[in-house]
């Protein structure tokens, strides 16, 4: 009796996780370690991959492992890498697990860029599998029953949860097979099953018969949901009703109903109910010939039939010869209760005992987007404080370089290099000098045009892909069923627009570069020259000795020794500011913990105020010190000026000095800007390498999916008809002409007949006449058919004497005692037809009415004897 069913698995093609995965590990994680660590993970997720749908599965738990493991992977992953079209672009390509193909073509499949599509089908080849597992059980022991039970369950959950989340997962309509009506189904079938199992498991050990009577009823009434939904909803597989699917669902419901049926008669019986008994146990032999009548082919229920005709005969017989109590009608019957001991396995991540993540040690995406932000965060304040000091260093460099500080009161002899100008001087050539300008500002441009290329190309192949995504769509239309290329790279075009900014604006600050220096050129090159060259440079003036031990001199040496002095502590602090660190992964991994989400905007600002706010008190204090010591220098400076005698000689000497220290600050600003700007382009060439790679890897990835989706609609236009009906018929050719002579006949090609549809229909005119048959050793004959014309549809055809009755329309032939049927006659018109069948003679069995208006029957017809040609009626 028990005949259960089993969901075949879906076919995946193959797909290469190692090169996609490496290409975002190595361009994500810089430490050698991680990246190693990390691409040994992707090649083993690869692995994993081939043997969870890379290879036919045994009907074993040991397979069913390994696909729950695979998605346990998969869902773990999921968070940590950015699976989409325009980011990390993986094609995942399923087929129709209920689509076998056809000759001209291949099955249903669908390749989407989705790990949700992914997760989805692994999702549904584990309901399948667990369906097989369970159905190859033996259910005559009870190990078998626990695990049929078990794996009926995890199936039924396997499909309630794609039913939840296959839509989401793939925003665009999905195949058949994981549609939401059919994975629906399928979990109710499954449920069912289980349930059913579970009422076995009951009559195995024997239980009380009203709780075996609640199982089973609890189990029809899930066949019946199950066969409901096959037959209501219209957008399931065929499978369903090819397969022996939809009338094993309603046998098992009456099957199921049926021993509840009996149970329930036992439970009556003990209780003394005779009457109730004798109703509940015709009802169960209603069913039980229900099933045998019309799904004797699927399930066998002899056992069932017998048992239950065998108690109904016993109940019967002791109602009517001792308790005479009433038989109740059926629907005064009590209606009997339901237990549902099973219920779908919630799929919870993991699924799989012995799961171990392969990439545990990667943070999430949120995580990793957090830190994003916090970093950018983090430099923004980094990089406000560092500019504060420089700028300010900057401010006074510019101060002290226009007063002549400390040249000033170092030169007071007239004739000899101040020693602030030699340190300068030997700054500058140890820095390599002008020659080392001019390299970095030679390497500029081609470290421009490098950068300029690659961008160009990045944004070439984007639009050679979207060009030709357009003319496939105006071809095809409403066929070409994928995402517009248009859409899917605005991101990329946004990213590829803000980089091509990015260079404007390194071009524009080239160009403030180049021209400072060109103003300080002369006076570096001057800096650069030996120390005798640069004496002989500067002009001489009159000493001015009188102010060697004046105290403005002294009050200028101790004011300038601490501007130094604030100089190095702002060294000091800048380093401190750039090497701040803090743990923030470990604190937005505990929140995304907590609360499965992570707010990064109260996180990140209160542990930057706690890093950093020290810093800012530290920075605006060195600002304020400088600004009162450099308001100092003025005022001495003022007054030093004031007592120093000066002539033209003196202010050309003094000229000179000033341009010279401006030339060395100058000079290091310029280097520095220089540094900056090839460190700038030399990163933004990795920025956009890892541009090009993400551009080239969705492109790839679209040409393969355009591929794909090509192959299909040429399938698809194979497997349509050529024509969108058949041609009508010629006149000639259906409706021979009654003149036709039989030698006419026999040299025309007889026209094959088409296959009977049954199907309601008009009244079909009279049949022909039946021939003329002479018999060769009697005198009698059969005269034919007065008037046989076409019987109008509302009333019923009168007999005719010798006229043939008419079948009755639709399978079967109604057969009666002493009389066969009759003879079909063929639908198209055949010269050939008497020579190829021989008619039956109207047979009358003994005892039987003679047909009104008929002669007495003739012998059978002599073999070779010519039948006369008979005008052709087509068939309704």
């Known amino acids: 009796m028990a005949t259960f069913i089993s969901v075949p698995l879906k076919k995946s093609s193959e ?6 995965l490496t290409k975002f590990i190595c361009a994500t994680y810089t430490a050698a370690e991680d990246q190693g660590e990390y691409v040994r993970a992707a090649e083993e997720l690869n692995k994993l991959r081939k043997s969870a749908v890379g290879r036919p599965l045994d009907k074993h738990e040991s397979s069913l492992e390994v696909l729950l493991r695979y998605y346990d992977q998969l869902c773990a992953i999921e968070p940590k890498f950015p699976f989409s079209e325009n980011q990390l672009c993986l094609t995942f390509t399923w087929k129709d697990a209920f689509d076998k193909g056809s000759l001209f073509g291949g099955s249903v499949k669908l390749a989407l860029a ?15 599998l667990a369906s097989q597992i369970a159905y190859e059980q033996n259910l005559d022991n009870d190990e078998g029953l626990k695990t049929a039970a078990k794996y009926y369950q995890l199936a039924s959950g396997a499909f309630s949860n794609i039913k939840d989340t296959v839509l989401s997962a793939l925003n665009r309509e999905p195949t058949m097979d994981i549609s939401p009506d059919t994975v629906g189904t399928l979990s109710q079938i499954m449920l069912a099953q289980a349930q059913e199992v579970f009422f076995l498991k009951a009559t195995s050990d024997k239980m009380k018969d009203a709780i075996i009577a609640r199982l089973a009823n609890q189990a029809a009434d899930f066949y019946g949901d199950a066969f409901k939904q096959c037959q209501y909803k219209e957008n399931l597989p065929k499978y369903f009703y090819f397969q022996e699917v939809l009338p094993v669902l309603a046998a098992k419901h009456c099957i199921m109903q049926a021993n509840a049926e009996y149970h329930q008669s036992l439970l009556a019986k003990q209780q003394k109910k005779f009457g109730e008994e004798v109703g509940r146990l015709q009802h169960a032999t209603e069913l039980v010939k229900t099933v045998a009548s019309r799904y004797d082919e699927y399930v066998n229920v002899k056992d069932l039939s017998d048992k239950i005709a065998r108690a109904l005969t016993a109940a019967k017989k002791d109602n009517d010869f001792i308790y005479h109590d009433r038989v109740p009608d059926l629907k005064d019957l009590e209606a009997i209760g339901k237990a549902a001991l099973v219920k779908s396995t919630v799929i919870k991540v993991p699924i799989s005992q012995k799961f171990t993540d392969l990439f545990e040690k990667m943070v999430p995406l949120a995580v990793q987007h957090s830190m994003s932000v916090y970093n950018s965060r983090k430099a923004e304040i980094v990089n406000r404080l560092i500019g504060q000091m420089r700028e300010a260093t900057n401010l006074s460099n510019g101060v002290l370089a226009s007063l002549n500080l400390p040249a000033a009161i170092e030169d007071l002899s007239g004739d000899s290099i101040p020693q602030s100008i030699l340190e300068k001087s030997r700054a500058i050539i ?3 000098g002008l020659q080392s300008i001019d390299q970095l500002i030679k390497d500029l441009p081609e470290l421009l045009q490098r950068n300029r290329e690659i961008l160009d190309e990045s944004v070439r192949i984007l639009d050679e892909e979207e060009t030709t995504d357009n003319e496939l769509r105006n071809k095809f239309g409403q066929r070409w069923q994928r995402t517009a290329s248009n859409d899917l790279y605005k991101p990329l075009r946004t990213e590829g627009e803000n980089l091509r900014k990015f260079l404007d604006q390194a071009v524009q600050a080239d160009k403030v570069v180049k021209e400072r220096y060109s103003n300080h050129r002369d006076m570096i090159a001057l800096l650069c020259k030996p120390e005798a060259e640069l004496t002989a440079a500067i002009p001489s003036a009159n000493p001015a000795k009188t102010l060697q031990g004046s105290e403005v001199v002294s009050v200028l040496r101790a004011l300038l020794a601490n501007v130094n002095e604030v100089k190095m502590e702002r060294e000091k602090l800048e380093n401190d500011i750039k090497s701040a660190q803090c743990d ?5 991994l505990t929140a ?3 609360d499965g989400t992570i707010n990064e905007e109260a996180i990140s600002v209160t542990e930057l105020d706690n890093i950093y706010g020290g810093y800012t008190q530290k920075v605006q204090q060195s600002l304020k010190s400088q600004e009162e010591i450099l308001g100092n220098i003025q005022n001495s400076h003022q007054e030093f000026s004031t007592m120093k005698q000066s002539n033209a000689d003196a202010n050309q000497r003094e ?3 000033k341009k010279l220290a401006a030339a060395h600050d100058s000079y290091v600003e310029l280097s520095n800007n220089l540094k900056e700007g090839t460190k700038f382009y030399n990163e933004l060439t990795e920025i956009l390498l890892k541009f090009q790679n993400k551009c080239s890897d969705i492109v790839f990835a679209r040409k393969t999916e355009r591929d794909e989706l090509l192959k299909d609609l040429q399938q698809s236009i194979a497997r349509q008809p050529s024509a969108p009906s058949l041609p009508a018929v010629p006149a000639y050719q259906s409706t021979p002409s009654s003149t036709t002579t039989p030698a006419t006949a026999t040299s025309s090609v007889p026209t094959p007949a088409p296959r009977t549809v049954f199907q309601s229909k008009p009244q079909p005119p009279a049949r022909p006449p039946p021939p003329a048959i002479q018999a060769q ?7 034919p058919a007065s008037g046989a014309g076409p019987i109008p549809p509302a009333t019923q055809p009168v007999s005719t004497p010798g006229a043939t009755p008419s079948p009755a329309q639709g399978p079967p032939y109604p057969t009666y005692q002493g009389y066969p049927g009759c003879y079909q006659m063929p639908v198209a018109y055949n010269p050939y037809a008497y020579g190829q069948f021989n008619m039956p003679y109207i047979y009358q069995a003994p005892g039987q009415a003679p047909y009104p208006n008929v002669h007495p029957p ?7 004897y010519p039948y006369p040609q008979q005008h052709y009626y087509p068939q309704q």
């Open 777 to 783: 050793a009697a005198n009698t004959s059969i005269p």
């Open 114 to 128: 989705s790990l949700g599509y992914e997760k989805s089908c692994v999702l549904f080849n584990i309901g399948a």
């Open 15 to 20: 797909v290469d996780l190692v090169k996609p």
């Open 592 to 594: 995304l913990a907590q």
């Open 430 to 432: 140890q820095q390599g």
């Open 858 to 864: 003739q012998q059978p017809q002599q073999p070779g």
């Open 655 to 657: 000229e000179m000095l």
């Open 584 to 588: 923030m992964t470990s604190k937005f």
